[in-house]
């Protein structure tokens, strides 16, 4: 990924820029620039930069707009505390701007903080006996008390497994994967101790967005969760093509 300034007419930079674009991360010279940029891509470029844009929009809006409820401070203090550091990202509390590289790393974290201490929220108000919709799964995963996260980046992508021991189950969130390649899928593991492997489903190409989650049930004793690259309909067990693969700590 490319540090270099937006407005150089690269497509790759522009869309690598949507992120930090999306969580008003950049300063006003920065964002007039990308927006001139924008401007000037080609049409299948600005319709994808204005998917990821959206894509990470509503993700973190979905959680918020659940209940107009403002978190109290110690919410984030609890929640930036589950976040797994990335030993490549230069850290932000410091007296020059960060790098273009560092605001998109942090900006896919702060997709996983929001959605976590909304759903905190969520759950506070569900159990106080707020009127509304019921919770799904997911809301439920990010509003248990004991939910962690683990996180990894793959080349650009950033893909986080939020999960509660209590709750049985866990989210998985990815930032910037691309769909999988024609004639394969995606497959989500729990990998249990002594190497034993549990599917938890495929993702198709249609599946694979610029953000996309996906519920994870009955996680159990597993000691970690992965993903790899499989054939059309999934396998019995996992190929040696992994994606990645994430640390679940026990109860």
């Given at each position: 990924m490319s540090d270099?300034?937006?407005?150089?007419g690269n497509g790759d930079a522009l869309l690598d820029d949507?992120?930090?674009?999306?969580?008003?991360?950049?300063?006003?010279?920065?964002?007039a620039t990308?927006?001139?940029?924008?401007?000037?891509?080609?049409a299948d470029v600005r319709a994808e930069f204005d998917a990821r844009v959206d894509a990470v929009r509503e993700t973190m809006a979905a959680q918020a707009a659940q209940h107009g409820v403002e978190p109290p401070a110690e919410v984030f203090d609890r929640v930036l505390a589950h976040v797994v550091d990335d030993p490549g990202v230069t850290p932000i509390r410091r007296r020059t701007r960060p790098s273009r590289t560092a605001l998109r790393a942090?900006?896919?974290?702060?997709?996983?903080?929001?959605?976590?201490?909304?759903?905190?929220v969520l759950g506070r108000s569900v159990l106080a006996g707020r009127e509304g919709p019921a919770p799904s799964e997911t809301?439920?995963?990010?509003?248990?008390?004991?939910?962690?996260?683990a996180q990894a980046r793959v080349g650009d992508a950033t893909i986080s497994f939020i999960y509660s021991r209590e709750r049985n189950a866990g989210v998985?969130?990815?930032?910037?994967?691309?769909p999988p390649q024609d004639g394969t899928?995606?497959?989500?593991?729990?990998m249990d101790p002594g190497g034993g492997a549990r599917s938890r489903g495929t993702m198709t190409q249609a599946d694979v967005r610029p953000t996309t989650t996906a519920a994870v049930t009955s996680i159990d004793g597993a000691e970690s969760f992965g993903i790899s690259i499989e054939r059309p309909g999934g396998a019995a067990t996992p190929s040696d093509r992994i994606v990645t693969t994430l640390p679940i700590a026990p109860r």
């Amino acid at each position: 990924m490319s540090d270099a300034p937006a407005g150089t007419g690269n497509g790759d930079a522009l869309l690598d820029d949507a992120e930090v674009y999306a969580i008003h991360a950049l300063a006003p010279e920065e964002r007039a620039t990308v927006e001139a940029v924008r401007g000037a891509a080609a049409a299948d470029v600005r319709a994808e930069f204005d998917a990821r844009v959206d894509a990470v929009r509503e993700t973190m809006a979905a959680q918020a707009a659940q209940h107009g409820v403002e978190p109290p401070a110690e919410v984030f203090d609890r929640v930036l505390a589950h976040v797994v550091d990335d030993p490549g990202v230069t850290p932000i509390r410091r007296r020059t701007r960060p790098s273009r590289t560092a605001l998109r790393a942090a900006a896919a974290a702060a997709v996983v903080v929001v959605a976590l201490a909304a759903g905190v929220v969520l759950g506070r108000s569900v159990l106080a006996g707020r009127e509304g919709p019921a919770p799904s799964e997911t809301e439920i995963v990010l509003a248990a008390p004991d939910a962690r996260t683990a996180q990894a980046r793959v080349g650009d992508a950033t893909i986080s497994f939020i999960y509660s021991r209590e709750r049985n189950a866990g989210v998985v969130l990815m930032n910037d994967v691309p769909p999988p390649q024609d004639g394969t899928v995606y497959q989500m593991w729990l990998m249990d101790p002594g190497g034993g492997a549990r599917s938890r489903g495929t993702m198709t190409q249609a599946d694979v967005r610029p953000t996309t989650t996906a519920a994870v049930t009955s996680i159990d004793g597993a000691e970690s969760f992965g993903i790899s690259i499989e054939r059309p309909g999934g396998a019995a067990t996992p190929s040696d093509r992994i994606v990645t693969t994430l640390p679940i700590a026990p109860r």
